[in-house]
């Protein structure tokens, strides 16, 4: 049986005047690939953005630094043994993999903060920009593994950097996926058990 969360009296993006028809958010609890979405948003804002990222930025050499204020000096130390042992890009910190650091700090964060907002309350804006973010990381990511993987800051071992980041390369799909198969990703018509 389907709650009704609410109800959207204006017309989704995309429908056409004579066209209009009332739409209801499909409960955040029957969208379950949405819960794994959010997860991996949450993750990433709270985990990865404005620490293991920022840390990146306000440590820009791992061989001479002071502690910053943030991150906390427990995760300094936690990436800088990951880029020791096993992710050489992270340690050498080149220019064009800096860029990347801070595409995520000064979009992906505030991606982040805006798109679980409108995942959780079901806003059908957010699906352009979540194909375009998710297009964005999934290119970057493959970017740095191919560097990872074969270029001048190639790892000594490809599988552990690949596991740590197959997530970054999967959830990206999994939300073109998701938000391009449908104009309408979360909500139904009025009167629809169907989704």
Request: proline share 9%; hydrophobic share 50%.
């Amino acid at each position: 049986m389907k709650v009704s969360c609410s109800v959207s009296a204006s017309p989704q993006p995309g429908s056409s005047s004579s066209g209009r028809s009332s739409r209801v958010v499909v409960p955040l609890s029957e969208r379950r690939i949405d819960l794994a979405i959010l997860g991996f948003f949450w993750f990433n804002v709270l985990f990865v953005s404005y620490s293991i990222s920022l840390e990146q930025l306000v440590v820009p050499n791992p061989e001479s630094f002071e502690y910053p204020l943030w991150p906390p000096r427990f995760l300094i130390d936690l990436v800088h043994w990951w880029g020791r042992t096993f992710d050489p890009v992270l340690w050498a910190r080149p220019m064009w993999y800096r860029m990347t650091i801070w595409l995520d700090v000064l979009a992906f964060g505030p991606f982040y903060v805006v798109a679980i907002y409108a995942f959780t309350k079901g806003r059908e804006w957010i699906r352009i920009p979540s194909i375009v973010y998710a297009s964005v990381l999934f290119t970057n990511v493959f970017i740095i593994l191919g560097e990872e993987l074969a270029g001048p800051h190639a790892a000594e071992s490809f599988l552990p950097i690949f596991l740590a980041n197959a997530p970054w390369l999967l959830i990206p799909i999994l939300i073109v996926f998701r938000m391009g198969r449908s104009e309408h990703p979360f909500t139904s018509p009025v009167g629809s058990d169907a989704r």
